[in-house]
């Protein structure tokens, strides 16, 4: 993959063991794209709004039971911000609540994912997740 395609993904995770799950993920599955962490919402926002990461190819990966400040309220944030309303986000999370998926979605976001129980199924997810956005055209 060029470096023009590389994927800049936050992922905004309380939880350490998803955490070195999605990291075990991206090498086992020799994934180029650079991994930027933030464990709650304002990590997440600050780090967004500040010079930590790359401004462009920005995808943010998002749990939403955290705390502090949960994924969905950093969701509605960044929709009010006109810097960041725009960037994709995908929900990556434990929660299976009809209301938590559906404020998701009226909150924009580009996809809604369960965890996988398996370290395999962090590999593929991540993989599908990684062959899908080197393909889309991003803001």
Do not use: C
């Amino acid at each position: 993959m060029t470096t023009d395609r590389l994927t800049h993904i936050l992922v905004v995770e309380d939880d350490v063991v998803d955490v070195k799950n999605i990291q075990r993920a991206f090498e086992r599955g020799r994934i180029a794209n650079q991994l930027f962490f933030a464990g709650d919402g304002i990590e997440g926002l600050a780090m967004l709004r500040g010079d930590t990461m790359p401004k462009e190819r920005r995808l943010v990966l998002l749990d939403i039971n955290m705390p502090r400040m949960n994924g969905l309220e950093m969701l509605a944030e960044m929709r009010k911000d006109p810097l960041l309303k725009a960037t994709p986000v995908v929900v990556l999370t434990t929660s299976n609540d009809d209301r938590d998926r559906v404020e998701a979605y009226d909150l924009g976001v580009a996809g809604y994912l369960l965890k996988p129980v398996s370290f395999n199924g962090f590999v593929d997810l991540m993989s599908a997740m990684n062959r899908y956005w080197a393909l889309v055209e991003m803001p």
